[in-house]
Structure formats: structure tokens, C-alpha cells
């Protein structure tokens, strides 16, 4: 029996076992194991309240108890290969660790997310080698995080990175037939770019006029008008605009979603209702931010049934997305979910633990670091900044150093000025300024306030490149990592036009050893 025909077969057995009511009081109780896993998962509790999944995909886990197969392909930047990574175990987490192996010393892209149904909606990104266009991939290891304790990558998508999938049997309702849609998010890495959207989207890549689209928008793009707050807001995609409500009018119900992790839902019967809800995707119960009637002019729906993440629906084959927005789990699904069947997934999303320390880090915001350097030649070397410039380089520090010294090499690890979910590192001994590139050099300048600098002075911790310590990947130019090259401080990609870029000792090089401060 193929993997598709036996998960078929699952959920209809679970779909019909029982009434849904005591089916959604027992998929609570799951319980998680070592491995991560849980009894149940968001597409098991669809399943018994009769509204199955009919696409689901994650980076960070299995959405099925029982599925044991890839979360998504990365392909790796130093030779092209491409590889899976895994769950653990069976309704368990992502392998991590085995992606972290893999690229390890080069950089990695995810390059598609499998669809966990088995009906074949497999998104794919929007670019050369891809579904074609003209996006790219995003990058793999931009944003860690945990799940169940267990370390797991997000799909940290930036402008220019998206994803399609179209698969004409693959079950994604069309026309005016009812959907749900969820996803777990960012309420910390948004813009107001169109459009950061996960759902029913065009096949044809084009704008196809009112009804065309039935996907969950979330950031900060206020499309008629009116709106309340700074955003981001869970909204519907519906072809022709963004809608907070029922109509073109700035719903008064609507709350930004802020939280580091949030779950956003949409569901449409295609005719008469649409229901928008959100949550902390941590901890708490959904917030219903509407409850009505379609928009007159876009019911009955058109919907076309293929799978959008990352962009609009008219993106990305002779254009390029607009928007950022993080995506960890997400999925659509046939028929109209109650709400009694929307709290249980909130429950089953809360029960996974999503959080953002991977491990214990000594990037933990308020600590002093020292950051040494791993290269063979200067391992007694640190990160500081120069004393008769701004320039930021390496330089031996010794207990026998000079107070100043040592003052130059320390650094506070502050969150991430661009991007909480990252680190920027201000100067132990010269307050309010921080390490930053500029034209791919490293400086200590005052933080200006500017949302460039706060880009040019955000990095995000990873496994060290050269298998020891940590590299610190540039926020802003995510194939590009602090560096030290000729005893000078660069951003640097593994090859490349710049002298800086030599991949000789490159790995070396952008791995660092998070020290006791000097200071």
C-alpha cells in the first residue's frame, strides 16, 4: 500500500470513529514523548471533527501522528546537492541536527516543503530550478527555534523568497466549496509588503478578479484604509484585497497579533460566512476578530485550488514578492471547521512548545561575550574594535592586556534591533554603539535609529561553520557572515566578487568561540 492510500485511509477511519465531540475531547489529552512526538496532530484533530486536511505542511514537525516521512528539501550552496530532512520519529519534530550536518561550512536553502497528506500539494519555491519565476529560495538556517524541546529551523521568508504548489487532483477545494485554513507565524518579522500570504491562490499566477484567492494574510499592509494599531493583523486574501472583516470598512474587532508566535486562522464557507481568528500561539485561546457575512462582491467564491506561501496570488513568475514573514506550520482544509474543532488545534499548536531557545546559549540578551577566533592562526585573537578608527577587527587579548583592551573586546548581547528573534552586540566600553557592516566592513558606530542600521547590526547565531563555536549570520544579507579576513572584521559569503569572500578558510574564518568577557 503506498504512503498516500494508507494515510488516506487513516483519517477516514478516524474521521468516522466515533462522534466528533468526544473524538476533540480525546485528541487533547495527547501527550508528548522523548522524541517529541504527540498522540495527535493538528490534521488528526481536523480529521475527527470532520474537516480534513487536504494539504499541510511545516519546517518544525509532523502534522499527522502517524506520518513519518520528509518535512522539506534543502539544497546545499557549495555543491547543489540536495537533501530531506526528517522527522525524528513518527508525529515527531524535524531533524535538525542532520540539516545542521549537512550544511555545515556553506549555506543551505529550503528549496520545498512536502505536503504531509499525500495528495501531492508539495510547495515548491518560485524561482529558477524551482516552480520558475523570478524568486529565489529562502534561506535554511535563519531562524532556529524549539519545539517540544527539540531545535527545528523556520521558514524565514524575506522579499523575493515564495512558494507555490498546483496539483490538479490534490483535493484543495475549488469554486464555492468551504475551506479552513491555519498557520502558525511571526508576530516579530513582518512588513507591509504584498503579501505575506499561506492558503487557496490562482494557478495561473495572475490577479483573476474577485473570489480568486482564499488565503490568510498576516503583517502590516492596510489595504482600504482605516486601520486600528500598528499591525500585524490576521486578515483574508481574497483577490482585489485585504480584508479584516466582512467589508472594505476597518473592522473595530480587529487586534494586532504581536506575539513571537501566533496562530492565524481563516475560514470561508464559499457563499455566506468567513470567520477570521487569532492567538498566541504559545499559550491562551483564539481571539475571534470576525464573524459575518462574505464582502459583497466577492461571494460566491472562484476559488482555483492551488497553494500559495510567501506572496500574493498575481507573484512570482514575471515579478518578485514583497513582503517578509516567518512560517512554521500550516494547513488548508475541506469544509467549514466548527469552532469547537479551531480551539482544539489552538490546544494541540500551545501543547507542541514552541520556543525560541534552541539551547543554552551564551547569546542570551543582557550577557557580555568575548567572541574569539577559531582559525588555526589566531586562536588567541578576538573580536574588538580598533582604537584609532571605527573599524572593527582581531587582536590578541591576554590576562596581562591592558584594561582598555579588554574593554575593546567585550560586547553585550542586546535582541536583535532588526529582529528580536536575533542578537545585535553594543560595546561593553563605549555604550550605544554597535558592531555593524557597512559596505561588507565591520564598524562600531552610534545606533542611529534608522531601520538600515538596525538591518546592518542585527546577526543571527548558528552552529559554527567550521563544526566547533558559533557563526554569526548577517540579518540583512543572509548568505554573508561576520567574518575576520587579513586580521580585519568582514560580511562575507563563502566565494564571491570581494577579496573578503575567498572561500579559503572561509568556514574557519566565520566560526567563532562565545568566551568569557574580558571585561
Not at 492565524?264 to 455566506?272: S, Y
Not at 497553494?307 to 514573514?325: F, M
Not at 520556543?355 to 543554552?360: F, G, K, Y
Request: proline share 4%; glycine share 14%; with cysteine.
Amino acid at each position: 500500500m503506498t504512503t498516500r492510500s494508507w494515510l488516506r485511509r487513516a483519517r477516514r477511519a478516524l474521521a468516522a470513529a466515533g462522534t466528533t465531540a468526544l473524538l476533540l475531547a480525546g485528541l487533547l489529552t495527547g501527550a508528548a514523548t522523548a522524541s517529541g512526538n504527540t498522540s495527535q496532530g493538528p490534521c488528526d484533530v481536523y480529521a475527527a471533527g470532520g474537516t480534513p486536511c487536504v494539504a499541510a505542511h511545516s519546517t518544525t514537525r509532523a502534522l499527522f501522528a502517524s506520518y513519518n516521512g520528509p518535512l522539506y528539501q534543502v539544497r546545499r550552496a557549495s555543491d547543489g546537492t540536495l537533501q530531506d530532512v526528517r522527522v525524528l520519529s513518527a508525529g515527531g519534530v524535524a531533524d535538525a541536527a542532520a540539516q545542521d550536518s549537512f550544511c555545515a561550512g556553506t549555506t543551505c536553502t529550503i528549496t520545498r516543503v512536502y505536503d504531509q497528506t499525500g495528495d501531492g500539494n508539495t510547495l515548491v519555491y518560485q524561482g529558477p530550478g524551482g516552480t520558475g519565476g523570478a524568486d529565489t529560495a529562502a534561506v535554511a538556517n535563519t531562524e532556529a527555534l524549539s519545539v517540544g524541546g527539540h531545535q527545528a529551523y523556520a521558514l524565514h521568508i524575506n522579499p523575493g523568497n515564495s512558494y507555490f504548489a498546483y496539483n490538479s487532483a490534490g483535493g484543495v477545494p475549488t469554486g464555492s466549496a468551504p475551506e479552513g485554513e491555519y498557520m502558525v507565524t511571526s508576530g516579530t518579522h513582518v512588513n507591509n509588503g504584498c503579501c505575506f500570504d499561506y492558503g487557496n491562490t490562482e494557478i495561473d499566477h495572475k490577479a483573476d478578479g474577485n473570489g480568486a484567492m482564499d488565503a490568510i494574510n498576516f503583517g502590516t499592509e492596510c489595504w482600504f484604509g482605516g486601520c486600528t494599531g500598528t499591525g500585524p493583523w490576521v486578515q483574508a486574501d481574497l483577490e482585489n484585497g485585504l480584508f479584516s472583516g466582512g467589508g472594505k470598512t476597518w473592522n473595530p474587532d480587529q487586534v494586532s497579533q504581536t506575539s513571537r508566535f501566533v496562530t492565524a486562522m481563516l475560514k470561508n464557507d464559499g457563499t455566506t460566512r468567513l470567520a477570521l481568528k487569532g492567538a498566541d500561539a504559545q499559550s491562551g485561546g483564539l481571539a475571534q476578530l470576525y464573524s459575518g457575512s462574505l464582502p459583497s462582491g466577492w461571494s460566491p467564491m472562484h476559488k482555483q485550488g492551488a497553494v500559495i506561501l510567501g506572496s500574493g496570488g498575481d507573484c512570482c513568475q514575471t515579478n518578485r514578492n514583497a513582503s517578509a514573514g516567518t512560517f512554521y506550520e500550516g494547513a488548508t482544509v475541506k469544509g467549514y471547521p466548527s469552532d469547537a474543532t479551531d480551539a482544539a488545534v489552538q490546544a494541540n499548536i500551545a501543547a507542541a512548545g514552541y520556543r525560541t531557545d534552541t539551547a543554552a546559549t551564551p547569546f542570551t540578551p543582557g550577557a557580555k561575550v568575548s567572541l574569539g577566533a577559531t582559525t588555526p592562526c589566531c586562536t588567541g585573537d578576538y573580536l574588538r574594535h580598533d582604537t584609532s578608527d571605527d573599524k572593527v577587527v582581531i587582536a590578541p587579548v591576554t590576562s596581562a592586556s591592558s584594561a582598555a583592551d579588554k574593554g575593546n573586546a567585550t560586547w553585550i548581547v542586546r535582541a536583535g534591533l532588526a529582529n528580536s528573534g536575533c542578537v545585535s552586540f553594543e560595546s561593553a566600553d563605549t555604550p550605544g554603539s554597535y558592531l555593524r557592516h557597512y559596505a561588507f566592513q565591520l564598524h562600531l558606530q552610534p545606533y542611529a535609529g534608522t531601520s538600515q542600521f538596525a538591518a546592518d547590526a542585527t546577526f543571527c547565531a548558528q552552529p559554527g561553520n567550521g563544526g566547533t563555536g558559533y557563526s554569526l549570520q548577517s540579518f540583512n544579507y543572509p548568505a554573508k557572515y561576520v567574518r575576520h579576513y587579513r586580521l580585519t572584521g568582514y560580511l562575507a559569503s563563502n566565494g564571491g566578487a570581494d577579496a573578503w569572500d575567498n572561500p579559503s578558510s572561509w568556514a574557519q574564518d566565520t566560526t567563532w568561540l562565545a568566551a568569557a568577557p574580558w571585561s
